[in-house]
């Protein structure tokens, strides 16, 4: 099956070197095209033993510290945005950084207000204040051109921050990218439900993901969510875009990367698909599809430069 509804080719395709299976949909030249042009490549995996990073601080006045791991290294420089309740120190965050040592280039993580080693109350936090954390980082951490990558809630925010910060981001790549996510789950509830947990103030998402099983979401949290929606309109993002997603995804579902595709006005967009991989592509295939896209974009950006 190859889905429809996006301008540009789309099949399947096998990338039997690394024993990737996707539905891949290109609007211009793309990754196949780039890792054709590389069929000696080994597949990499981050070494067992990893060279430590020492953990800063980020004091902002009337705002929580935030805890970032950085980098320091060539450019572009990559940021790692994580996903809801997610930190630094999770499995791709981790494989990211190992890759750009390998390549020697800069790269910064970090834990969102109230999450991890930050400060804050998670129960006070917004997307938007997370969306003022992601701009606090680019605008006070990161040095020169970015290539954000985003997980999930993370792939929402790096498209605020690359709307934002025009200047500085050069290069989205989206992971299981959860635009307008909860929102969007929201208003699929039937109306009794929505009214429910209004009265409620609290909405029990069951999730496989949570160590209690559910994550308890404040209904002030959804609607402040919905002042930071972008699906309904054009997004003003011009970068080059990669949106990886499984079709096993029972967390946000694929069609929602085909949406962003559709809806930023940049021309230079990928969808990549997974046959088998779930919401976290935090499998040894997954990561190296995340790092070698990285790499693409890299090596997309060096030779525009030139």
Same mark, same amino acid.
């Given at each position: 099956m190859?889905?429809?509804?996006l301008?540009?080719?789309?099949?399947?395709?096998p990338?039997? &070197?690394? %024993?990737?299976?996707?539905?891949?949909?290109?609007?211009?030249?793309?990754?196949?095209?780039?890792?054709a042009?590389?069929?000696q490549?080994?597949?990499?995996?981050?070494?067992?033993?990893?060279?430590?990073?020492?953990?800063?601080?980020?004091?902002?006045?009337?705002?929580? &510290?935030?805890?970032?791991?950085?980098?320091?290294?060539?450019?572009? %420089?990559?940021?790692?945005?994580p996903?809801?309740l997610?930190? /630094?120190n %999770?499995?791709?965050?981790?494989?990211?950084? *190992?890759?750009?040592?390998?390549l020697?280039?800069? +790269?910064?993580?970090?834990?969102?207000?109230?999450?991890? #080693?930050?400060?804050?109350?998670?129960?006070?936090?917004?997307?938007?204040?997370?969306?003022?954390?992601?701009?606090?980082?680019?605008?006070?951490?990161a040095?020169?051109?970015?290539?954000?990558?985003?997980?999930?809630?993370?792939?929402?925010? /790096?498209?605020h921050?690359?709307?934002?910060?025009?200047?500085?981001? /050069?290069?989205?790549?989206?992971v299981?990218?959860?635009?307008?996510? @909860?929102v969007?789950?929201?208003?699929?509830?039937?109306?009794?439900?929505?009214?429910?947990i209004?009265?409620?103030?609290?909405?029990?998402?069951p999730?496989?993901?949570?160590? *209690?099983?559910? +994550? #308890?979401?404040?209904? &002030?949290?959804?609607?402040?969510?919905?002042?930071?929606?972008?699906?309904?309109?054009?997004?003003?993002?011009?970068?080059?875009?990669?949106?990886l997603?499984?079709?096993?995804?029972? !967390?946000?579902?694929w069609?929602?990367?085909?949406? !962003?595709?559709?809806?930023?006005? &940049?021309?230079?967009?990928?969808? @990549?698909?997974?046959?088998?991989?779930?919401?976290? /592509?935090?499998?040894?295939?997954?990561?190296?599809? @995340?790092?070698?896209?990285?790499?693409?974009l890299?090596?997309?950006?060096?030779?525009?430069?030139?």
């Amino acid at each position: 099956m190859v889905p429809v509804g996006l301008s540009g080719a789309a099949a399947w395709v096998p990338w039997r &070197s690394w %024993g990737w299976t996707a539905a891949y949909f290109r609007s211009q030249r793309g990754l196949c095209a780039a890792l054709a042009r590389k069929p000696q490549r080994a597949p990499w995996w981050p070494p067992a033993c990893r060279q430590k990073t020492s953990l800063s601080f980020l004091n902002r006045p009337e705002l929580p &510290s935030l805890a970032y791991k950085k980098l320091k290294g060539k450019s572009p %420089g990559i940021i790692f945005i994580p996903g809801y309740l997610s930190d /630094m120190n %999770g499995t791709k965050a981790l494989a990211i950084e *190992e890759f750009c040592k390998s390549l020697g280039h800069a +790269y910064i993580r970090f834990d969102y207000s109230g999450v991890g #080693n930050s400060d804050g109350n998670v129960k006070e936090c917004t997307v938007g204040k997370w969306r003022k954390d992601v701009l606090s980082i680019i605008d006070n951490i990161a040095e020169g051109p970015q290539i954000l990558v985003g997980s999930s809630l993370g792939g929402w925010l /790096m498209l605020h921050a690359a709307v934002a910060r025009p200047e500085k981001v /050069m290069a989205l790549v989206g992971v299981s990218t959860a635009a307008d996510g @909860i929102v969007t789950k929201f208003h699929q509830l039937p109306l009794e439900v929505q009214k429910e947990i209004e009265i409620k103030g609290v909405w029990s998402v069951p999730s496989k993901y949570s160590e *209690e099983g559910y +994550y #308890n979401i404040e209904y &002030s949290f959804i609607k402040e969510a919905e002042h930071h929606c972008l699906l309904h309109s054009p997004i003003p993002v011009t970068c080059p875009v990669r949106l990886l997603h499984g079709l096993k995804d029972d !967390v946000v579902s694929w069609h929602t990367s085909l949406q !962003v595709a559709d809806r930023v006005i &940049s021309k230079d967009v990928d969808v @990549i698909l997974r046959k088998d991989s779930e919401h976290r /592509m935090k499998e040894k295939a997954d990561i190296q599809l @995340i790092v070698y896209t990285i790499d693409d974009l890299i090596d997309k950006l060096s030779t525009a430069a030139d």
